[in-house]
């Protein structure tokens, strides 16, 4: 399995106000599952499991879950699994005391970069129609827009726009996602 923490140091703070000094972005281990349990309960109307993220966890090279910590209290989670050419972005969620402080960009960056090193050339992801802050931020990382799934949260009757990131191992999306880390850096200093 790559460990994502081989491919780039830890993520440095991202807003000192909010005495983030600490930030760290490593793989989610077993030791994690109960933080990140309370912070899916306040994210999603339908929660995973503590037994999903153990058989999610279990799958190894298959897939790649990353948290954010700080203190040793985790912030914010995200994972992919990867299937043929494609890396799915299964989850991402902050916890809610710490949204609008760049944590989700910080683990999608970690994410897309776990995809490239794994040899994935698209990232794909589903998002409601409603979640104009997580739109935007994929926006960021080069996903468009491909399609709806009707229904698709269907716990809150709301639809999901499904939505691509192409040709992920290319110069072009090498250069968004240094931009992208740049201005995460500029954001900490």
């Given at each position: 399995?790559?460990?994502?923490?081989e491919?780039?140091?830890?993520?440095?703070?991202?807003a000192?106000?909010r005495?983030l000094?600490?930030?760290?972005i490593?793989?989610?281990?077993?030791r994690?599952i109960?933080?990140?349990l309370r912070?899916e309960?306040?994210?999603?109307?339908k929660?995973?499991?503590?037994g999903?993220?153990?058989?999610?966890l279990?799958?190894?090279?298959?897939?790649?879950?990353?948290v954010?910590?700080r203190?040793?209290?985790?912030?914010?989670?995200?994972?992919v699994m990867?299937?043929?050419?494609?890396?799915?972005?299964?989850?991402?969620?902050v916890?809610?005391?710490f949204h609008r402080?760049g944590?989700?960009?910080?683990?999608?960056?970690?994410?897309?970069r776990?995809?490239i090193?794994?040899?994935?050339?698209?990232?794909t992801?589903?998002v409601?129609v409603s979640n104009?802050?997580?739109?935007?931020l994929?926006?960021r990382f080069?996903?468009?827009?491909a399609?709806?799934?009707?229904n698709?949260y269907?716990e809150?009757?709301?639809?999901a726009?499904?939505?691509?990131?192409?040709?992920?191992?290319?110069?072009e999306?090498?250069e968004r996602?240094?931009?992208i880390?740049a201005?995460q850096a500029?954001?900490?200093?």
């Open positions: 399995m790559i460990d994502p923490a491919l780039t140091p830890p993520v440095a703070p991202v000192p106000t005495a000094d600490d930030l760290e490593v793989p989610m281990r077993r994690h109960r933080s990140v912070i309960v306040q994210s999603y109307p929660p995973w499991t503590l999903l993220y153990l058989s999610e279990a799958l190894g090279s298959l897939r790649c879950y990353l954010a910590h203190a040793g209290e985790v912030v914010g989670y995200g994972g990867y299937l043929g050419p494609d890396a799915h972005v299964t989850t991402l969620a916890a809610p005391e402080h944590i989700g960009g910080r683990i999608l960056l970690q994410l897309a776990a995809a090193a794994h040899g994935a050339e698209n990232l992801l589903e409601r104009d802050a997580a739109i935007a994929y926006r080069g996903f468009v827009p399609g709806v799934r009707k698709y269907a809150v009757k709301e639809d726009l499904v939505m691509w990131a192409n040709d992920i191992q290319t110069d999306y090498a996602l240094a931009r880390s201005a500029g954001e900490r200093s």
